[in-house]
């Protein structure tokens, strides 16, 4: 079975600050059609997750441009350039060809 | 505007049944693979199982905890997803979400099931 890890668990960030979220899967998310399945979500307190990237890099419809995604074979990470009070919330990779979730990250702000 | 809306959820004993149900619109659902993914209170998310399109064959899968006592349907002409459990268990308490797609585009808003005696 695939096992995604995320590093670290909780972020504390200082507001206009960027922040970094990795990824680690236990093999390779390369796909038998040369795609890679890697995606990220984001859960505000209180509400359901929101997809913001898929496959890797891409960004969903109206995710800001502050939010980026990058990595390749087992490594993988999230990035906002400069954190805002919105960014406040618990954000997931999973792996979506054996649907698998990473634990989690909570971001908070300094 | 794609929405999703789960119903369904609520109270059960352990060993109860439980039916889930996903009301979908602004998509043609039938086209669609549909997914049940779940959150225990304070706890990340779970792929609990996986439908695909008639076209694509309409088959289930299951994550392991689950296999066995979950049953993934759909009605293409109501676009509906559903979810029936079956043998519940205190660990299956949870939010349930369904979502869109191989790639969780869509999410509704969840809906709570309580195993509890």
């Known amino acids: 079975d695939v096992v995604m890890t995320q590093s670290p668990l909780s972020l504390p960030v200082t507001l206009g600050q960027p922040a970094s979220i990795s990824c680690r899967s236990s093999?390779?998310?390369?796909?038998?059609?040369?795609?890679?399945?890697l995606n990220w979500f984001q859960q505000r307190p209180g509400q359901s997750p929101r997809r913001l990237i898929y496959?890797?890099?891409n960004r969903d419809s109206g995710v800001p441009d502050r939010f980026s995604g990058s990595g390749s074979g087992t490594d993988f990470t999230l990035k906002i350039s400069r954190v805002e009070a919105e960014d406040v919330a618990v954000y997931y990779c999973?792996?979506?060809?054996?649907?698998?979730f990473g634990q989690g990250t909570k971001l908070e702000i300094k | 505007e794609v929405q999703l809306v789960e119903s369904g959820g609520g109270l059960v004993k352990p060993g109860g049944s439980l039916r889930l149900s996903c009301a979908a619109s602004?998509?043609?659902?039938?086209?669609?693979?549909m997914n049940w993914v779940r959150q225990a209170p304070g706890k990340g998310l779970e792929w609990v199982g996986r439908?695909?399109?008639?076209?694509?064959?309409?088959?289930?899968d299951y994550a392991a905890p689950v296999k066995g006592r979950f049953t993934i349907s759909r009605d293409d002409s109501r676009n509906t997803l559903y979810l029936q459990m079956n043998s519940l268990k205190i660990e299956d308490t949870a939010v349930y979400y369904c979502?869109?797609?191989?790639?969780?585009?869509?999410w509704g808003q969840g809906t709570l099931v309580t195993v509890s005696s």
């Open positions: 093999q390779s998310l390369v796909y038998s059609d040369g795609n890679t399945y």
């Open positions: 979502t869109r797609g191989g790639g969780f585009d869509s």
């Open positions: 999973v792996e979506v060809t054996h649907y698998t």
């Open positions: 496959k890797v890099s």
């Open positions: 602004g998509f043609t659902f039938s086209n669609g693979w």
């Open positions: 439908i695909k399109s008639k076209t694509d064959g309409g088959t289930t």
